[in-house]
């Protein structure tokens, strides 16, 4: 790619920005689409007046000039307030931000003030220094460098010093996320999930039910602590039928609100012939058929229990000793993990045999695979774009137009990125669904499965695939020998660097104004209102999707870390995606977003471990760099840097990750030992008793016309 193809992809999506943040700054002032702009707020508004009185909105000038007062606003917002509106993963988002901007503010005056001129004036592809618009990016990157240069040993001291800078950076935000999770513990109400633990492989004895087997257990083993147990039961029909109960329940509502004459409808084909009927009494008497149905499969499924129950105690220590000790003499019975939060945990799964989950996780792998393998369609198609010649090999009746100086840069700066992007949006609701039918028990645990599947998804399929499926590919069988890696990817990576610009822009710049103005929600609210015939309140407040967002901020910190010293030219780019990351994502959580969940900060490791892998993935670069670049000695002694690093991250994993996993007993002990005379705490306990019930298992209510229909579709069985 050439620096003017280059600066067209730049300036598009220059101008997309300008125009999404004008559109945001005049739409988000418009009092109808503060469901869009503002859900988060106008929740908290409705639940502090639930009561209130239609008002007549007047115009006034201001909304509708664009202006720039929410980029204070969420400038503005502190962290302790960021952590009470919502809690401790958002805290640790915006953190991965602060820490993408500390490295690379400092990378980018390192790289651009230092290594690019280097880079700019080595003379291995080209000694003119005329047409800059026309010199090709390769010109700006270390591969321009001659071989044996003594420049090149800048390189080398760039790159141990910046992987001490990152892994002293890495450092502080582990110890600083740490001690943020410590004392948030501290702080934080008595949560049912904190004194109850989930044990599955109940073994079965005849003639005792499942609960009878747990209350004994832990009555004997556990006496001064148990508290109490509910048995999980086999649901999915009951889930089934409720299913079935709502739909109907809300075409009923449909056809209540639409005039007479529409509920009636003849019995033949498309409603055309036959005698006419009443789709409201029709309704009904299905719904009545349904709730009599339910209520049948709910008195059934008491004896429908599965080996699994959720185990409460008096303490958080009691819970803790619970987990972390083997229950009983076979390992494969009793197992113990930490229980959810009730609202967090995912129900449809917890009825699966250990067969069907089983085979449920291979069928994941397969489908992770599968997808993995069709996604280099997209990828093949976008380097072929990228490649004019290639291009014109496959399709020779294109090569008049590709001639064209704007069809040509605007064909390999911008649509390769584009058509990458447009598939990626696919991938986090199929790693969220493959996530959900390997048996995980709570929705977090789904999510966070979810991210490390999104993250390598994103770094095999754009980082590696297009590294590889240039001039490397032919050359991928030498990744059996481990030896030849570091020499692969020294001579595929560089080659890449303008692709991973225009990706950059495209994907990075314009995907966080894109996020910003909400387009897609913004019409299908446009729509609702034009065809509602009546106006509904009810809305869903969004929770961000940690799952796709912070992989694709880690897959930006890894092409950051690994093009550093390659092609410094990009260290800017990645620079200004932070800088609007920061503003415009704090910005959502502020008005738009709300937590469903809490982690309490588990997502961190991953982007430390994402992190240290980006710094492998440098080195070994750097390694075949300097081989190739006719610099053995720079090669030989870059060889202790990953070994150096990996120690590091041994030393982290074991300082930090333990307080991930479990609070210490020095925190659990302290907490009790403050709540125990708390009045509170017998009411907690009462409530905890029954906290975690399935919801399939609670009373539905279908508000009818008659007393009927007004009664409960279920009552609640223990």
């Known amino acids: 790619m050439i620096l003017s193809a280059l600066l067209t992809s730049v300036g ?138 003594n420049w090149l040993w800048v390189h080398f001291s760039a790159a141990y010093i910046f992987t001490a800078v990152v892994c002293w950076l890495l450092y502080y935000e582990y110890d600083y996320i740490s001690s943020r999770r410590i004392s948030c513990f501290y702080s934080s109400k008595p949560l049912p999930h904190q ?54 329940c809300r075409r009923l509502a449909h056809l209540k609100s639409n005039n007479h004459s529409q509920h009636f409808r003849r019995e033949g084909f498309l409603g055309l012939f036959g005698r006419k009927v009443n789709l409201l009494r029709d309704y009904e008497k299905k719904l009545e058929d349904l709730e009599n149905n339910l209520r049948k499969e709910q008195f059934s499924s008491a004896g429908e229990q599965v080996p699994a129950a959720f185990v409460s105690f008096k303490s958080r ?224 407040v969004p929770s961000i999707p940690y799952h796709s967002e912070i992989p694709t901020i880690l897959f930006f910190v890894l092409v950051g870390v690994t093009y550093f010293f390659l092609a410094p030219l990009i260290l800017p780019f990645l620079l200004v995606y932070f800088c609007l990351g920061f503003i415009i994502l704090r910005n959502q959580l502020l008005n738009v977003y709300a937590p469903k969940y809490e982690t309490n900060g588990k997502f961190w490791p991953i982007v430390h471990n994402s992190t240290i892998f980006s710094l492998i993935l440098m080195h070994v670069i750097a390694i075949g760099v300097f081989g190739l670049k006719k610099l053995p000695l720079a090669s030989s002694l870059t060889i202790p840097l990953p070994i150096l690093t990996l120690v590091f991250n041994e030393y982290c994993r074991k300082r930090f990750l333990p307080i991930f996993q479990a609070y210490p007993t020095e925190c659990l002990v302290k907490k009790d030992n403050e709540e125990q005379n708390e009045q509170s705490m017998s009411e907690f306990f009462n409530k905890l008793v029954n906290v975690y019930q399935d919801p399939a298992l609670m009373p539905v209510q279908y508000t009818g016309s008659s007393d009927s229909q007004n009664s409960p579709l279920l009552h609640s069985q223990v």
């Not at 702009?37 to 639940?47: D, F, G, K, N, W």
């Not at 291995?124 to 047409?131: A, C, E, K, T």
């Not at 599955?200 to 005792?208: L, Y």
């Not at 792998?365 to 010649?389: E, H, K, W």
Request: proline share 5%; with cysteine; aromatic share 12%.
């Open 12 to 149: 598009i999506n220059l101008g997309l920005c300008l125009l999404f943040f004008t559109l945001y700054s005049i739409l988000r002032k418009q009092p109808g689409n503060v469901s869009v702009y503002a859900p988060r707020l106008l929740q908290e508004h409705r639940s502090q007046q639930p009561q209130h009185s239609p008002r007549t909105v007047q115009f006034y000038l201001d909304r509708i000039l664009p202006s720039a007062g929410w980029i204070r606003t969420a400038w503005n917002l502190s962290e302790d307030d960021l952590l009470a509106l919502s809690g401790l993963d958002a805290v640790v988002f915006m953190r991965i931000f602060v820490f993408s901007l500390k490295v690379f503010t400092i990378a980018t005056i390192t790289g651009i003030l230092i290594l690019l001129p280097i880079n700019y004036l080595g003379t291995q592809l080209s000694d003119d220094f005329y047409d800059l618009p026309n010199k090709s990016l390769d010109s700006f990157s270390i591969s321009n460098v001659d071989n044996g240069s």
């Open 195 to 248: 004194f109850t633990i989930l044990v599955r492989g109940i073994p079965a004895t005849s003639g005792r039910s499942f609960s009878e087997v747990v209350e004994s257990f832990f009555t004997e083993f556990h006496p001064s602590t148990y508290l109490s147990h509910t048995v999980v039961t086999r649901t999915n029909k009951i889930r089934g039928i409720i299913t079935d109960v709502q739909k109907l």
């Open 317 to 540: 220590f009691g819970a803790a000793i619970a987990l972390h000790i083997q229950q009983g003499i076979n390992p494969t019975q009793w197992v113990t993990e930490q229980a959810p939060d009730p609202l967090d945990v995912h129900w449809p799964f917890f009825s699966a045999s250990f067969i069907r989950r089983w085979i449920s996780k291979l069928v994941v792998i397969v489908a992770c695979a599968a997808l993995t393998i069709l996604f280099l369609i997209p990828v093949v198609l976008a380097q072929g774009l990228a490649n004019l010649d290639q291009l014109e090999t496959w399709f020779p009746f294109l090569k008049r137009i590709l001639s064209l100086t704007v069809v040509s840069q605007l064909i390999t700066g911008y649509l390769p990125s584009l058509i990458l992007k447009l598939f990626l949006y696919f991938v986090p609701p199929m790693m969220i669904m493959l996530s959900s039918m390997q048996g995980y028990i709570s929705l977090r645990q789904i999510e966070k499965s979810a991210c490390i599947k999104v993250l390598s998804f994103t770094v095999w399929n754009i980082f590696f695939a297009n590294v590889l499926s240039g001039s490397a590919l032919y050359r991928v069988n030498v990744f059996l020998e481990p030896k030849n890696i570091p020499r692969v990817l020294a001579e595929a990576v560089p080659s890449q660097a303008s692709f991973f610009i225009s990706y950059v822009v495209t994907s990075g710049w314009t995907g966080l104004a894109y996020e910003l103005v909400q387009l897609v929600h913004l019409f299908c609210c446009f729509v609702s209102r034009l065809f509602a015939r009546e106006k509904s309140d009810e809305f869903e």
